[in-house]
């Protein structure tokens, strides 16, 4: 009866480490292999960029997508294919990208600067500046925190 308590938490704990291992995994894809909406936001925002590499991220539960240009600007998307970073190294974010109240907003505090990075997640915009500084708006478009 023992042994068998044993052999079934054994049996348990591999089950258990397998998923782990398995969970945090990437591995590389072409664009054509994304979701339908990252092909298409890449085809309207980064037409003229050279893709160095496009992956796929599983991890326990969720599913993400990654695009690195050979010019060194970086596209994160979810399992929809709705972006959730766009970073750029090369020029700044695609101004139709940024929604208009944070794009005069910004404009209005730092006219000089320029938007390099987003972030979006479900309550919150993220926004880098080239002069470093990280602005958060929420959903309202409402300034909420600098960072600098």
Known sequence: MIRMKQLSLIMVCLFALQTIVRADNARPITITQMPQK???????????SQVALAKVETDFL???YEVIFTDGNKLEF??????KEVSCKSGAVPQD???EAIRQHVASLFPEARIVKMEREKSLYEVTLTNGQELKYNTRFQLIDIDD
């Open 62 to 64: 969720e599913k993400s």
């Open 97 to 99: 990208i940024v929604p």
């Open 78 to 83: 979810d399992k929809k294919g709705e972006w």
């Open 38 to 48: 990252a092909q298409q936001f890449i085809r309207l925002h980064f037409a003229d």
